[in-house]
C-alpha cells in the first residue's frame, strides 16, 4: 500500500473501505477502547456549530460525527459526506438515518458554492486523501467567514518511552483484531502505515495556516496517536 500514490490510491481506499463498511464501527470501538466516540465529543466541541447551522462532515464513513452533532443541534442541517457508498449505507440503515443527507462526495473536488457551511469537519479522513493542501483549500472555500473547520485524525507517534508499546498495538494487535472480525487485515496494516507516513501535528497545523486558517490550533490525545485540530475562517 505505501508505494501507491495518486489516483491508484485513491481506488485502493475506497474499495479496502467498501470491503470493511459492515464491521468499521465495531472495529472502532474495540481498537480504541470506546474513546473515539470521546474524541468526536471534542471534535464537535471546537466545532461550535450554531442551532439551525450547517455542518458538512467529510469522510463521514456512517455518519458517526454527523449522528452525535444531531442529537447536540437537532435543528441543524448535517450533510455526511464521503466517496464510498457502501460505508454510507450502512449509515443509512442506523435508527436515523433518514435524519441526515447522505452525498458522494471527493474532498479534493466539493460541489457546493463557497461560504455555505457554519463547520466543515472530518474523522479520519485527512492521511486518506492524495492532496492535503486541495482538500483543506476546498474545505476553506465552503465555509462561511467565521466558521470552523475540525479535524480528527491520527499522528505519528512520539519517540519515547512509550513508542514499543505503541507500536506493538498498532502492527501486531490492530492487525490480528481486524483479520478476526473483517477478514480484511491489509486494511489494518494500512492503518499503522499510514499514521506513521502522515504528517505530525505541527506540520498539519501549519498546512491549516498556510490555506487561510486563523486561530489554528491541536490537541494529541491517546498517548500522543491521535490529534485534533482545528481552525476558523
Known sequence: MSHLTGTERARYVQ?????????????????????DMHWRKLLLDKAQLPVQGKLLDLGSGTGDIAFAAL???????????????????????????DQVCWAGNDA?????????????????MMRNVIDVNRALSEQYRVLKPGGWIVCLDTTPPAKNLLRPFISFHMHVVIPTLGKLLTGASDAYTYLPDTTEGFLSAEKLAERLTTVGFQKVGYQRLNFGTIALHWGQK
Open 108 to 124: 479534493l473536488n466539493l460541489p457546493y458554492l463557497a461560504n455555505q457551511f457554519d463547520a466543515v469537519t472530518s474523522g479520519f
Open 71 to 97: 442529537e447536540r443541534t437537532p435543528l441543524s442541517l448535517c450533510i455526511a459526506a464521503d466517496f464510498t457508498e457502501e460505508m454510507m449505507r450502512v449509515g443509512q440503515l442506523r435508527p436515523t438515518g
Open 15 to 35: 474499495g479496502m473501505f467498501s470491503r470493511i463498511a459492515g464491521r468499521y464501527d465495531l472495529m472502532n470501538r474495540l481498537m480504541t477502547f470506546g474513546q
